[in-house]
């Protein structure tokens, strides 16, 4: 948490000022009319996971519309992301739309963004200035350090703002490589107190993604550098969610929630971890307080690693021991160990 | 790549002493006699992935016999993994097998270490200490400091090999926690200049065992510390083998296969980038050479990190097109993508 960063609102999230990190995603697909029920049970089960904002693209008036009306039905924060074309930010303005993301420079006539800032600022609602590696303006393409031209496109955007008195920005700088997103985030930190988007774009899929990712936001977030991140994996909401909010735990040494300890199964291993982690990690990672939870499958390592922990399952062949913090609670066969399992969790 | 280490070989492979860091996976399932040509596939799709050394559970008689044979048909290292039982180590040590690792304090009466030490250096066989948080000596179980203890135990179980006058040892501590994997490496090496092999233990599914191993080896690596690693996930080996490169090429700034950016999909795309970047995952992945390749779905960022590419594909709705460094190479529909893509990722 950057402690020095101005704080600013975005729904019922603060953002910056040493406030908690919280956690964004993108949604991946258009919103449909009839897709509203859906949506927010999707909502719901991304906030169960840990997102704190999430945002949607808003590639046009009818998008811009749609999100507004799903704004309007849930209290998690929503952002909408705009292009382009002013008159769909003014139309989110309409609606309780917690942020907008839109760079002043790609509005066209300066008379555009006037009449965005001035009623955002009349909102209350703050926007997002996000610069990436991809779409550079032409003369800063040319710059060798890249770093360093996302560092000056994001200057080049905030002074619009700043010419118009609004100060309610965020600012992300965002590389598809790690270094650039280091560098940049670093080199705007040192230089201006303004709360920071983190992430590397386009990180790509899962695992090189999540690894990427890791790297570059945990080197920032320990550090300091950054008040809110996204994970852009070509993957699940979900996904970017549950990365998100692990690098958070490790970046602060604070957990909000379970921490999981699961094997990686091997030649002696007759119960399934796997398949036994993947049934029950929803359900793991949605609750909401501090415990460790362990799913292990082994004779050599399991009862150790289950002993330690608030909820320990560990496996050999069809023999399934259950631990609550140390003591064994069950003692039971492989068919048996989801629902005793089961009944452990819903303890916690 | 820590300079000072010993050097160690394992099978074709040198670890320590500044050779390139090797990356390994561990098979999930026992060895079958009728299924040495589908574990052959297995390891060559491994292998080029980047998989250097590929270890196996030994939990008996049989499944060493097994594992011995099917190291005389591949050139890639492979290490038994043995416990409890000295007769498995000197069984595998009749075979072309590249490693062992085993925990001479739980091999039972010292005569049976003196056979094995005495028979692995017969042979040229390195034998890996490995030391994990969930299989302390009781004793040290109790100290406050699990870094200290991860610490002492290896260094018990390498006094044993010591008084054997046997040198060809790597040593790993990992405990599934980051910071005890980070203090107990770093500790160590301070001390020691034997080869480490670096982890962190039972990191979870997939998402959460990514981030957190990407935080601790990319910690220890990034700094000289670690000489050969494994990503242990709760997920295939195929997913350790691509987080563990990531991390060295992260690590070490060399990238030995290729780099992909890719896009994470939003509201705006119309082009399925998540499904053809999973499509090309382990074609792009298998290339040997240091490529980079973006698969983009989007105006805004697409044709930018498209552009900056060896091979770049940029889609939106239905108009897909095709870049080869910088320049466009196919303009064309979404039903041909595949198909012109692959023709030039096979130029590559």
Redesign the interface.
Known sequence: MAKHSRVVKVGRVLVGGGHPLSVQT??????RADGFDEALRIIERLEALGCGILR????DIE?AELLGRLAGMTGMPLVA?I?FDWRIALRCLDYPIAKIRVNPGNLGAPWKLDEVAAKAADKGVPIRIGV?????PRDLERLPDRAEALVIAAERELEALDARGFVAVIVSMKA?N?TDTLRANELFASKHDIALHVGV???????????????AL?GLLSRGIGDTLRV????SME??V??GR??VA?ATGERSGAD?????????AGFD??AF??RW?DAIYAIQKQVSI???GCV??????AK?ADLGISGAGDKVIIFRKGQIVHNCDAASADTLFGEELARL
């Not at 949607?56 to 590639?59: D, E, L, Y």
Request: charged share 15%; with cysteine.
């Open positions: 993108m949604w991946k697909e258009p919103l949607f693209a808003a590639p998008a992301d292009h990436n590696s991809g779409s550079l598809s790690v774009t386009e990180a790509g899929p899962l695992v090189q993604g999540c690894v990427r990712s890791a790297v945990h852009s994996l070509s993957d996904n970017e549950l990365a692990e690098i490790l999981l300890v699961s094997c990686p199964r091997c030649g002696r971890t796997h982690t993947a990690r362990a799913v292990m050599v390592n399991g009862p150790g690693e330690h």
